[in-house]
């Protein structure tokens, strides 16, 4: 293997790590929240491994440990699962490969990768971009989900505001968000029903009902790009 | 937990993946309809925020985790990294829990 890196490429795998090296300590929040909301190790791995989409598998897991229903966990672990479909379709150009391959790659399709391969401007760095990405993403995701699962197993939830912990998560993800005027109308008004929707919801269901939110945030979208 | 969640979260991810990336291919989907896609997680996250603090099972309520929320929304305000961001606050509610 050739460790020499041309001056070219060099940028693209500098920012690839630093991202996964941050992902990482998300990573590391997520195991110990999940461990912390009832699933066990091997559970918060394979769901790390397999599912390998932070927000929904962070949303998942606090449904759970709110005492909402699996299927109401899993509704909005898909909900927000859905935007990678969107990625796929915005990356698949990129993809001349055989079949097997985009199989693989289409595992990796998600906020981050996305963002690397198309802040690229020729074929070669984009898929330099993609691949470097994934995999330093993917083994810090997994090892920071590891070593949280393990710590976690030693923290009572309740005691040290973990439940709060979960918050604080969503709201860091949250901020790329806020910057469209849409994103905002759908935070504040997702968040608003979803508040007032509890007392006649089941747990978790008034989470999913907020999804209905986006259908507020579309349409000041459709004037402003007419203009 | 059971393990349904786990084994059904992961199936209907990758699902969701491949069939832009595999199935879809670069056929265009609908504007109006990616543009929904991509606003769920702003909904979601905001219920996710707003729920996790003011409620309480089926009711209504404001406790130490809004102090803790406070904390947070601050932290991140000040862009600091996202473990400083969750130990504070999760610092914050723990430390009102134990005095209150």
Redesign the interface.
């Given at each position: 293997m050739k460790l020499r890196i041309e001056p070219e490429v060099r940028p693209v795998v500098t920012s690839a790590l630093a991202l996964s090296g941050?992902v990482g300590?998300?990573a590391?929040?997520f195991g110990v929240l999940a461990v912390g909301?009832?699933?066990?190790v091997w559970?918060t791995c394979?769901?790390s491994f397999?599912?390998?989409?932070g927000?929904?598998?962070?949303?998942?897991m606090?449904i759970?440990s709110?005492?909402g229903t699996?299927s109401a966990?899993?509704g909005?672990?898909?909900?927000?699962?859905?935007?990678?479909?969107?990625?796929?379709?915005?990356?698949?150009?990129y993809?001349g490969e055989s079949?097997g391959k985009?199989?693989l790659?289409?595992?990796f399709?998600?906020d981050e990768t996305t963002a690397m391969m198309t802040a690229q401007t020729n074929p070669r760095l984009q898929k330099i971009a993609f691949w470097t990405t994934a995999i330093a993403l993917f083994s810090l995701w997994n090892l920071g989900t590891l070593i949280g699962a393990v710590l976690g197993g030693s923290i009572d939830p309740?005691?040290?505001?973990?439940?709060?912990?979960?918050?604080?998560?969503?709201?860091?993800?949250?901020?790329p968000?806020?910057r469209t005027k849409?994103?905002?109308i759908?935070?504040?008004?997702?968040?608003?029903?979803?508040?007032v929707l509890?007392?006649?919801?089941?747990?978790g269901l008034?989470?999913l009902a907020?999804?209905?939110?986006?259908?507020i945030?579309?349409k000041p979208?459709?004037v402003q790009a007419s203009i | 937990m059971s393990w349904t969640l786990v084994i059904w979260l992961s199936i209907g991810a990758y699902a969701f993946k491949m069939l832009g990336f595999v199935v879809v291919g670069s056929r265009a989907l609908p504007n109006v309809l990616s543009r929904c896609l991509m606003l769920i997680p702003a909904a979601l996250l905001g219920a996710m925020v707003l729920n996790g603090t003011f409620t309480d099972a089926q009711s209504i309520v404001i406790d130490e985790r809004a102090v803790g929320l406070l904390v947070a929304v601050i932290a991140a305000w000040r862009k600091l990294p996202l473990i400083v961001v969750v130990v504070l606050a999760a610092a914050t509610t723990a430390l009102l829990r134990t005095v209150s």
């Open positions: 941050a300590v998300f590391l929040a909301a009832g699933a066990s559970q394979a769901l397999f599912a390998f989409t927000a929904s598998q962070m949303s998942a606090s759970i709110t005492g699996v966990a899993l909005s672990g898909l909900l927000l699962a859905a935007r990678n479909g969107v990625y796929g379709l915005a990356l698949s150009p993809f079949l985009r199989l790659a289409a595992h399709v998600i309740q005691t040290y505001g973990l439940d709060v912990g979960f918050t604080a998560a969503y709201i860091t993800m949250l901020v968000h806020l849409n994103g905002r759908a935070a504040v008004s997702g968040g608003l029903l979803s508040v509890a007392p006649f919801l089941p747990v008034p989470i907020s999804g209905l939110a986006i259908f945030g579309v979208q459709r | -």
